[in-house]
């Protein structure tokens, strides 16, 4: 099966494979990537390769959170993607890069391509973003995608800025 979701201008977004879990560790052990998060850290290779082999949005929804990768080299830079809570009855995008490739505007690039697929591919009709509220960097890309202020909330003992776009909002926004 082809992993490859969508390519945009810069990168392509592909499904997780185990192919992903060196860079998946890294990402997901490096404390500064996941200082706004709410995650723990990864103690191994060896549990990235088991997150990954247990992961079930694309089975369960069609779609979820996806590798991200720079077009012309194949280097891994992260994940971005949809990640729906039957709990929640919503799906949101998310987004986690190497420190390396901050700032480069690669996170509103795959985000725009994840809003896209999840409102044309997918029928959503709203999505959600959440960041801490002290990450304004995450909360200026999800501005930068459109989404507008929703609520702020606690869970889990950490507190939440959450923010949204309507399918109508994100063609007016875009067009």
Do not use: H
Not at 89 to 117: N, S, Y
Request: aromatic share 16%; charged share 30%; net charge positive.
């Amino acid at each position: 099966m082809d992993r490859v979701v969508v390519k945009t201008p810069r990168l392509v977004l592909k499904r997780f494979s185990i192919r992903d879990a060196a860079g998946f560790f890294e990402l997901n052990s490096d404390p500064e990537v996941l200082r706004f998060s709410g995650d723990l850290p990864f103690a191994s290779i060896k549990e990235a390769r088991t997150f990954i082999r247990a992961y079930r949005q694309y089975d369960l929804y069609g779609f979820g959170r996806w590798s991200v990768y720079l077009l012309d080299t194949n280097e891994y830079l992260g994940f971005c993607g949809l990640n729906f809570s039957t709990a929640k009855q919503e799906a949101d995008l998310g987004f986690r890069l190497m420190r390396r490739v901050w700032g480069q505007g690669f996170a509103t690039e795959a985000g725009f391509a994840c809003l896209r697929i999840g409102f044309s591919k997918y029928g959503l009709e709203k999505i959600v973003g959440r960041a801490m509220p002290e990450n304004a960097a995450s909360l200026r890309v999800l501005q930068k995608l459109g989404m507008t202020y929703e609520k702020e909330f606690d869970e889990d003992g950490i507190r939440w800025v959450q923010m949204s776009i309507r399918r109508d909002e994100f063609g007016n926004f875009y067009e």
